[in-house]
């Protein structure tokens, strides 16, 4: 049984509109980005390369394209922190807003408006950045826990099950830092942290419920991926052939590339409406199970830091989260 209306998400999008838009124009831009860069990179190193014979050129062609690719990833690397408190956690708090029945903004109104919500419950960039990276970091702990209890289990054929395994547990969690953020703006919290950890015990003690809705949005989310991986090959193909050189393993990465960008730009916050909407039902009006909190942190060092930046933290605004004091953060 879903927690989730497949429809409900669909209005979602709607209702989110500008920033489903604005996801589009940042995520299609830093694919653009990496065909652009990496072309010019191909192309300078083919210049090099009429220096030398043959079998130099498409070498020089070749590793031009992969530094152009390489310096676009590092860009990308380093704006990470900005992608993630404007376009993810922006987005977070535009759908969590009509979720709780709020009227929002129009148009370009709607990103300021989430940019001020945000800027309310985190402060700064960084600060974000680092309650996700220690949600991560919880989640990464869970994940191998159960994995490596996978593959000790005397079932025969399992092992090669466990790519369909990590596929799936990366959708069961793969998105859980994104419903603690909408749990922490939903709750309006003044400390990112203790809310954090609030949220992690919650979606623990309501775990069969949240992994069978993540085993539906895993089939529905792969299905179309890979039918938007196929549509890109056709575009991908018109990129490489006008690419100089031999780069016909191009096909394949800007395919990949290009279908990542709709993942991320459409197919993604659909599935985080879709968990939103669960995550919602199944902990509505729960407290955190103290023996939940006991086995994080005997399973998790990160959850055991979230704990120790919730005490120490003084810089927040709003209302302390339910269970979360500082004598039990």
């Not at 950045?129 to 991560?136: G, N, P, S, Y």
């Not at 549509?231 to 006008?242: Q, S």
Request: charged residues 15%; glycine residues 10%.
């Amino acid at each position: 049984m879903m927690d989730f209306s497949a429809t409900k998400a669909f209005a979602i999008m709607r209702k989110t509109a500008p920033f489903v838009i604005f996801r589009m124009l940042v995520y299609f831009g830093i694919a653009v980005a990496y065909v652009v860069v990496t072309g010019a990179g191909a192309g300078i190193g083919w210049g090099i390369g009429n220096f030398g014979d043959a079998d130099f050129q498409a070498g020089s062609t070749f590793y031009g394209g992969v530094i152009g690719f390489a310096l676009t990833a590092g860009v990308i690397y380093f704006l990470r922190e900005y992608l993630l408190y404007i376009v993810k956690a922006g987005h977070i708090a535009v759908m969590v807003e009509y979720l709780e029945g709020r009227d929002l903004p129009k148009g370009q109104g709607q990103i300021a408006y989430a940019r001020e919500i945000v800027t309310q419950r985190f402060g700064e960039a960084s600060v974000l950045f680092a309650v996700d990276q220690l949600i991560k970091g919880v989640v990464r702990a869970i994940t191998g826990l159960i994995q490596g209890l996978m593959t000790v289990l005397p079932i025969p054929g399992l092992s090669q099950l466990m790519g369909i395994v990590r596929a799936y547990l990366r959708m069961a969690v793969g998105l859980v830092d994104e419903v603690i953020l909408a749990h922490n703006i939903r709750t309006k919290s003044e400390n990112p942290y203790a809310s954090a950890k609030e949220a992690l015990v919650l979606y623990a003690q309501n775990g069969k419920a949240m992994l069978t809705n993540a085993a539906w949005l895993t089939l529905i989310t792969w299905a179309v991926s890979i039918f938007v991986f196929f549509i890109m090959l056709a575009p991908a193909a018109a990129v490489v052939y006008i690419l100089p050189g031999a780069w016909s393993a191009g096909g394949f990465v800007f395919a990949v590339l290009f279908a990542w960008a709709v993942k991320v730009a459409l197919i993604e916050p659909f599935a985080i409406a879709c968990l939103l909407q669960a995550y919602f039902k199944v902990t509505d009006g729960q407290e955190p199970n103290p023996e939940w909190q006991a086995q994080l942190d005997q399973t998790s060092d990160k959850f055991k830091k979230l704990g120790e930046r919730a005490v120490s933290w003084a810089g927040g605004r709003g209302r302390t989260p339910r269970g979360a004091t500082p004598e039990t953060a």
